[in-house]
């Protein structure tokens, strides 16, 4: 390979890179770089497309000084110092645009979530029972800007998104204070049956209406049960030789100066011997004269 040899000879005829390169200094000095509305960050765009542009013409001013062949180092070195300050000026606005974007859009998150939790705070106090999780899910906030490049925009998304959460909020704290009342306003032998009354006012009305008239009937059919079962017991009595007996009776009739004994006979199948004592004792179970109801078997 033959050894690599580089010749240049000229001078430099005309040229207004330091005026030029003055300029450029003066607008990177100039630069504002506390972004805070919309117009600093379309000023501050510009700027960088200016930095872009001023670096590529600076590259292709150097190529064109070497493509001419003139013997100008000093330029090049100047050339390329003043091309790494744009660079560097440039990349810098970059990140304080982008840092600072993504501040304005984590503050517009945060003042959205502190709006809606707030606004449940001023909510019923059975409100405050129930989950929150749906209204105060932060992901919301961030898709509601996402996508917003002005702070105009993010603002309206942030207020908009709020207006439709508390609609829903409100809608819902109607319906739990009617829960309430519905559970509440139950007569008190059904109240027992509801101890999960925060469970249960967050439920829509259909459902709360038939988880009431389920645990309403369960109730219903128990007690049905325990009285048949109390029916059965008291024929059960009925089978023995003596009939619902009470000694206590015996001592109340022991005042009794003079004495007498109703006796009636009936003559009739055991089921309906059984009844009619049975009814004898309903009608007349509070009267102190009535010292047993003997059932016998007629031998006859």
Not at 13 to 22: D, P
Not at 50 to 79: G, H, M, P, V, Y
Not at 94 to 119: C, P
Not at 218 to 242: F, M, P, V, W, Y
Request: aromatic residues 6%.
């Amino acid at each position: 390979m033959n050894q690599l040899i580089i010749k240049l000879t000229g001078e430099i005829q005309s040229s207004n890179f330091y005026e030029w390169k003055n300029e450029l200094i003066a607008q990177i000095q100039s630069t504002n770089t506390e972004l805070t509305t919309d117009d600093d960050f379309v000023v501050a765009t510009e700027h960088v497309k200016l930095f872009k542009t001023a670096e590529k013409s600076l590259k292709e001013a150097k190529q064109s000084a070497i493509n001419q062949a003139a013997d100008i180092q000093r330029l090049f070195a100047a050339i390329d110092e003043i091309s790494e300050v744009a660079r560097q000026a440039r990349l810098s606005l970059e990140r304080q645009i982008k840092a600072r974007k993504l501040d304005i859009k984590k503050g517009f998150i945060q003042s959205g979530f502190e709006v809606v939790r707030a606004f449940i705070g001023q909510q019923s106090a059975d409100f405050q029972f129930i989950d929150h999780s749906s209204y105060l899910d932060i992901s919301r906030f961030e898709s509601a800007i996402k996508g917003k490049a002005s702070i105009r925009g993010m603002q309206l998304a942030i207020n908009d998104l709020c207006g439709r959460i508390k609609l829903k909020i409100s809608q819902k704290a109607e319906e739990v204070t009617n829960n309430g009342i519905t559970i509440d306003t139950l007569p008190s032998k059904y109240q027992l049956l509801f101890q999960d009354r925060n469970s249960l006012i967050v439920l829509t009305k259909p459902e709360l209406d038939l988880t009431i008239d389920k645990r309403i009937a369960l109730l219903n059919e128990e007690n049905a049960r325990i009285k048949a079962e109390k029916t059965i017991n008291d024929l059960k009595k009925l089978e023995d030789t003596e009939l619902n007996p009470d000694t206590s009776l015996h001592s109340e009739s022991a005042d009794i100066k003079e004495k007498y004994r109703l006796i009636i006979d009936i003559l009739s199948t055991k089921d309906t011997a059984i009844e009619i004592a049975r009814s004898i004792r309903q009608v007349y179970g509070d009267n102190a004269s009535i010292s047993n109801i003997r059932l016998t078997r007629n031998h006859d």
